[in-house]
């Protein structure tokens, strides 16, 4: 198998013919299988038998983009706005001047204070529960270090379909099977979340506010819902990822803490910009300890550097997280407004960027890269989810949301409304 003879796919002899055809004790078999089949290499689908597993994607969502030729308006990155970003300099210059008064050194805290301090308080504020604290290199490194924290290969995971396409690449990369939940304007459906546990997933993402594609945020009422069904798996992982923190004038109604292994995870990248990739994560004492020992052996830590000049940025208020909401607010209630009234039925009710149901998502995007706008085409963000394109308004302007909103529908065509469920 190590050498490729066989294909993904292939059907494995069974166990006893196997070990009559070597000549060694069926147990000897069995053991290998198990052991296979652990590491992710092999899946057994019961009296159907055993087949070679396909090879974990690593990038199998990132060719699934528009290239954008020149003088394309690009609405399909995911960004945010650049001049909504705070400036850098100051807090940074702060940050290396007490370093090099008190230089950090091998053996010193992993976390800084004053970062854990404002974190702390932040999240005690949004009624998230009380639990040590680790800082990451950003949501996604924190989700697939809570799940190598608890689970192992063959493992299900239940991911928002449509979702975060780097979530959806990222499961099946770490040898764990994902299983879809449809998602509506307010968060992942309660029924897909309680089949999905029932059929044996084993942990559920959950993004709380401006969800990637859709923006759905979750409601009061979809949280205690939430919460309900998870009460009767208490042994499900629960991460939730707070990514939007600081671009959102939704509140927050976190779901943590229903079971017995969880983590909350909030990141800056949204807020301050990309490149700091750092986040804070909480969560029960046994998955953070894990976390920390696991980064203990890699990396070590998060530069402190680093974690002071976002101190000094939260410190000082440096977003203002109002402003920063309501302008990414009115820019999508804008855009799907204007789809509104030309018949096209759009969703976005936090963040970035609003979710379009299409009935032919390659043409759609085809036409509308004709038209002049290049779009997100909505396979980067699904599993049986129905086709769709993802449009970014971080930088769109008043003037051009009328042009767009009409290349949509011309691109649609007269259609139904449609849901993404």
């Known amino acids: 198998m190590g050498a490729g003879d066989l294909e993904p796919g292939q059907l494995l002899p069974p166990m006893r013919e196997l070990a009559v055809e070597l000549g060694v004790n069926p147990n000897t078999v069995a053991a290998a299988y198990r052991t296979l089949r652990e590491r992710g290499v092999i899946e057994t689908a019961g009296r159907r038998g055993s087949r070679v597993r396909s090879a974990p994607a690593t990038t199998g969502r990132d060719h699934i983009r528009v290239d954008v030729p020149e003088g394309v308006r690009d609405v399909s990155s995911g960004n945010p706005d650049p001049a909504l970003l705070p400036p850098l300099a100051r807090a940074f210059t702060e940050a290396t001047a007490q370093v090099d008064l008190e230089p950090v050194l091998y053996g010193d805290v992993a976390v800084e204070p004053e970062l854990a301090r404002i974190a702390r308080a932040g999240l005690n504020a949004a009624g998230v ?95 205690g819902a939430l919460r309900a069904v998870l009460r009767e798996h208490p042994g499900t992982l629960l991460i939730e990822d707070d990514h939007a923190h600081g671009i959102v004038d939704v509140p927050l109604h976190p779901l943590a803490g229903v079971t017995r292994h969880w983590a ?113 085409p909505g396979a980067r963000f699904r599993l049986s989810a129905p086709p769709g394109i993802r449009i970014t308004v971080s930088t769109l302007a008043p003037k051009e949301t009328g042009p767009l909103a009409d290349a949509v529908a011309a691109a649609l065509g007269p259609a139904p409304a449609r849901s993404y469920v």
């Open 264 to 376: 909350f995870v909030r990141s800056v990248a949204k807020a301050y910009g990309p490149d700091l990739r750092l986040a804070v994560l909480t969560g029960d004492t046994v998955t953070v300890d894990r976390v920390r020992g696991r980064q203990r052996l890699g990396p070590g830590w998060v530069s402190r550097i680093l974690q002071r000049a976002v101190a000094r940025l939260w410190a000082d208020g440096a977003v203002d997280a109002r402003a920063v909401a309501a302008a990414y607010g009115e820019r999508r209630d804008a855009l799907i407004g204007a789809l509104a009234e030309r018949g096209v039925t759009a969703h976005g009710r936090s963040g970035m960027n609003v979710w379009v149901p299409v009935p032919d998502e390659t043409g759609a995007v085809a036409r509308l890269l004709h038209a002049g706008w290049a779009v997100a």
């Open 129 to 223: 529960p009380d639990g040590p604290l680790a800082v990451v290199s950003g949501s996604l490194d924190a989700v697939e270090r809570v799940l190598l924290a608890h689970l192992k290969p063959g493992d299900a995971v239940a991911v928002e379909d449509p979702g975060w396409g780097r979530t959806l690449d990222l499961v099946p990369a770490l040898g764990l099977r994902t299983v879809p939940v449809g998602v509506d304007d307010e968060g992942p459906l309660p029924e897909g979340v309680r089949a999905a546990l029932e059929a044996g997933a084993r942990a559920l993402i959950v993004t709380d506010r401006a969800q990637n594609p859709t923006g759905a945020a979750v409601s009061a009422a979809r949280a």
